[in-house]
T-cell receptor
Framework: DTGVSQDPRHKITKRGQNVTFRCDPISEHNRLYWYRQTLGQGPEFLTY????????KSRLLSDRFSAERPKGSFSTLEIQRTEQGDSAMYLCASTRGFEQYFGPGTRLTVT | AQRVTQPEKLLSVFKGAPVELKCNYSYSGSPELFWYVQYSRQRLQLLLR??SRESIKGFTADLNKGETSFHLKKPFAQEEDSAMYYCALEETSGSRLTFGEGTQLTVNP
């Protein structure tokens, strides 16, 4: 197992387009988290899943954002009608204990 | 709402000098505190958690509930300690992490 993977690593899109990111957690990790990180800031929580259930969503997660984790394995994060303010690094993490293991992130640039 | 503050965005020390990265938090309950580290071109990874009370790579951190602080310390900094350090708070086990803004530590030769 090579750890948490995220795809794509980089995404450039035009304002108004929809984008989808994928996260593959470490096998048997039941919890999966999404964070967003902008320049000069620490990661900010977006949402998390325990198995396939979405347990918490941040108020940062507007109705343009949706996340899924079908079958409790990989997860997708979709942003509809992207805005320039959505430009950020999107991080995924997984755990089955106390330590969250982070992926490399997907860097989104909205032009 | 919970909040984590790291007052220093940048910290520069010489090799062999002591280093202290400050972290203060605000939370009404009994949180769990962590330090995560990101080395250049690597992923964010756990350095240590307060409940384990262990030393990792020579770093220690003591939770001071009276001062609501969780400062990270190392008596003799090494060049390989240069990295971005984030303090993080977890309200309950398995819940989300609230991160501070991070401190970029540079250890000069």
């Amino acid at each position: 197992d090579t750890g948490v993977s995220q795809d794509p690593r980089h995404k450039i899109t035009k304002r108004g387009q929809n984008v989808t990111f994928r996260c593959d957690p470490i096998s048997e990790h039941n919890r999966l988290y999404w964070y967003r990180q902008t320049l000069g800031q620490g990661p900010e929580f977006l949402t998390y899943f325990q198995n396939e259930a979405q347990l918490e969503k941040s108020r940062l997660l507007s109705d343009r954002f949706s996340a899924e984790r079908p079958k409790g394995s990989f997860s997708t994060l979709e942003i509809q009608r992207t805005e320039q303010g959505d430009s950020a690094m999107y991080l995924c993490a997984s755990t089955r204990g106390f330590e969250q293991y982070f992926g490399p992130g997907t860097r989104l640039t909205v032009t | 709402a919970q909040r984590v503050t790291q007052p220093e965005k940048l910290l520069s020390v010489f090799k062999g000098a002591p280093v202290e990265l400050k972290c203060n938090y605000s939370y009404s309950g009994s949180p769990e505190l962590f330090w995560y580290v990101q080395y250049s071109r690597q992923r964010l990874q756990l350095l240590l958690r307060h409940i384990s009370r262990e030393s990792i790579k020579g770093f220690t951190a003591d939770l001071n509930k009276g001062e609501t602080s969780f400062h990270l310390k190392k008596p003799f900094a090494q060049e390989e300690d240069s990295a971005m350090y984030y303090c993080a708070l977890e309200e309950t086990s398995g819940s989300r992490l609230t991160f501070g803004e991070g401190t970029q530590l540079t250890v000069n030769p």
